[in-house]
């Protein structure tokens, strides 16, 4: 499961970015990768350790409530489709 995270500040390093993604997620961080540090458009990818789709949700949820260095991150959660849901679609289709 991925997030990305949007509106992180210019002045956060890399590294800074990577710091706080860690320590906030913990075990559930499974990658994170940071776009564009120290510009405007700086955004991160953040992989989760879980494929339980609530636990983005949940956790997209939680992130979007945190600052970084006094700025507040925007979050989105991909939507979450199984292999399961998809045959379901395909059989119900006309």
Known sequence: MHLTVWNVP????????R????RELGHYAKSVT??????????ADLELDSEVPYVGETVARELQS????????RVSAAP???EADD???R???P
Do not use: I, K
Request: glycine content about 6%; aromatic content about 10%; overall charge negative.
């Open 10 to 17: 210019e002045t956060c390093s890399e590294q800074d970015v």
């Open 19 to 22: 710091d706080f993604f860690e």
């Open 34 to 43: 940071v776009y564009d540090a120290g510009t405007p458009n700086a955004h």
């Open 66 to 73: 945190r600052r970084l260095a006094g700025v507040a991150l």
């Open 80 to 82: 979450f489709e199984s």
């Open 87 to 89: 045959e379901h679609r």
């Open 91 to 93: 059989q119900a289709a």
